[in-house]
């Protein structure tokens, strides 16, 4: 015993004395600025999207007046912007691979550009038509490319953070168009809708200028075999030396570049392009690929199949049903919706990245449900009764609240993150496209339909339904998404390929729990052995 003890203290003095800070917790990086600014850059092309949907629920009423349309053509005139979206985002997909995402993000400018203008100046029914063409060929372009861009460039510590902007910038696109609306509602009625549609505009001149100061995706740069180029952008974007080095090597992997290959330029074989691609997406998929594309197009359809565009485009109707009449008072409680998705996507996307997009997702369409419910039970009793009911009035409009909010800070911005990070680098482009498509598809049919779905079951009735279709999307969500919190892109298609993946976890589980508890029982009879 004393030559052990002479030994380490022999050992030790050589050692400098420890002091508290040595037994501290290592610290987590900081975040990363320059990722978080190329982000927001990059996802405030979403606000054109959410100005366009915040603006034409109050326009129409405008609109409407002005054009002397019929209900018909009011549902037509807001939800086909969304088709339109559906056509574009799949060739967003194959543009981002050939000109590169930054360039595709100022092409979106540029088109949405034109489109508002056209807006602006229509005359008529079939002219405005075609500015909503327009316009929807750049939300198509946006909408695909920033998510993916932005899950590109970030770090893996904070990507679920920073790949959550675009549905950010969406709300606040949103409450923008809600503001145009109020602000410019003051004007005469054959002024005031132009105006408020034309004045989308102004920000995408403004971002198409400023996109161009962003570096380009550092992954697309390996696609092209600029190996220099795609090192100095993760040296910038990655928390550490050590994490850029491992994504240039994951990325190199990826996109078949052996890891021991140094120069700055290389030539790469132009593999599963094109026709491949869609070949290896929905002809011959492994595994892994179809579950990440069946969880891909599952969340981005249950998000919108489950009603928050009805809520959103239409609220001034709801409100109206409710029994409120001003047109004033309608634009502001449709303000409030506004500032109450806005206020929670914000507190959404610095939880993304704490609790995990798993219990963060069901969570929140767990109070969907809920809301919707209350709220259809709400308008029920509003529609079947003859006096105004001023509780009945309140619940419904908590309830609006509520659902905008319980949306706002799960399912709305951890759609646009799951489905931008599972895909394969090979496939991603097209594989976010694709979901964008079902999204836009899914936002065209709700919206094309609530009036004529709240004629035919009351408003009441919708909303149940919407609620029956949010209680499928949660059994969804529980077995067919694995959580992707804290894994880098690379590392995504491990998690794929297993339909059976929950069971298989609660099945491991169990198993872990048995093996300790053998082996309690085990060390409880050694020691009374030993006694």
Not at 142 to 147: K, N, Q, S, T, Y
Not at 240 to 247: G, V
Request: proline content about 4%.
């Amino acid at each position: 015993m004393a030559d052990l003890k002479s030994q380490n203290n022999v050992i030790l003095a050589g050692q400098p004395p420890k002091t508290l800070e040595d037994f501290d917790p290592p610290r987590k990086p900081g975040r990363n600025m320059y990722a978080i600014a190329c982000a927001t850059l990059a996802s405030l092309t979403s606000v054109l999207l959410g100005y366009d949907i915040g603006v034409m629920s109050g326009a129409i009423i405008y609109i409407q007046k002005d054009l002397k349309i019929s209900d018909l053509q009011v549902e037509v005139l807001i939800g086909i912007l969304n088709l339109y979206c559906l056509i574009d985002s799949c060739a967003a997909g194959k543009t981002s691979d050939w000109i590169g995402r930054r360039y595709t993000i100022v092409v979106a400018q540029v088109i949405f550009f034109v489109g508002a203008i056209l807006m602006g100046l229509a005359t008529n029914y079939a002219f405005l038509m075609v500015g909503r063409f327009v316009a929807g060929v750049g939300v198509g372009f946006g909408l695909m490319i920033a998510p993916v861009y932005t899950a590109e460039i970030s770090p893996a510590s904070t990507r679920g953070f920073l790949t959550s902007f675009p549905d950010f910038f969406i709300n606040v696109g949103i409450l923008l168009g809600y503001v145009s609306n109020y602000g410019f509602s003051k004007l005469p009625t054959h002024l005031g809708w132009r105006l408020m549609l034309g004045a989308g505009a102004v920000p995408s001149v403004i971002l198409g200028i400023v996109v161009l100061g962003m570096p380009e995706s550092p992954r697309w740069l390996v696609m092209q075999g600029r190996l220099g180029d795609a090192k100095k952008v993760l040296g910038k974007t990655s928390d550490s030396k050590e994490e850029a080095d491992t994504r240039l090597a994951d990325i190199k992997g990826a996109a078949g570049i052996p890891e021991n290959c140094t120069d700055d330029i290389v030539l790469v074989l132009k593999q599963n392009r094109g026709e491949d691609v869609w070949k290896e997406l929905f002809l011959h998929p492994t595994p892994a690929v179809r579950h990440a594309l069946i969880a891909g197009v599952g969340i981005n359809f249950f998000q919108q199949i489950t009603g928050i565009d009805s809520v959103v485009l239409y609220s001034p109707r709801i409100f109206a049903k409710v029994g409120i009449e001003s047109t004033n008072d309608k634009l502001l409680a449709t303000m409030a919706v506004g500032f109450t998705k806005t206020i929670f996507i914000l507190v959404a996307t610095f939880l993304l990245d704490r609790i995990g997009r798993r219990p963060l997702l069901l969570s929140s369409v767990a109070g969907m449900i809920f809301s919707l419910t209350m709220l259809g039970t709400g308008m029920t009793i509003v529609e079947h009764s003859d006096t105004k009911l001023t509780w009945a009035v309140a619940l419904c409009i908590s309830m609006v609240l509520a659902f905008v909010a319980l949306f706002s800070i799960g399912m709305g911005p951890i759609t646009w993150v799951y489905s931008s990070e599972i895909f394969p680098l090979r496939l991603r482009a097209q594989g976010t496209s694709i979901g964008v498509a079902v999204n836009r598809v899914a936002s065209g049919v709700i919206s094309m339909t609530f009036l004529l779905l709240s004629r035919r079951i009351t408003f009441g009735g919708a909303f149940f339904l919407y609620a029956s279709i949010a209680t499928v999307s949660w059994f969804f969500f529980y077995f067919m998404l694995p959580e992707t919190q804290g894994r880098t892109l690379e590392d995504m298609e491990g998690l794929f390929g297993n339909f059976g993946w929950k069971f298989a976890e609660f099945k491991k589980k169990k198993q872990q729990q048995n093996h300790d508890l053998n082996k309690e029982v085990s060390n409880g009879n050694n020691r009374g052995q030993i006694q």
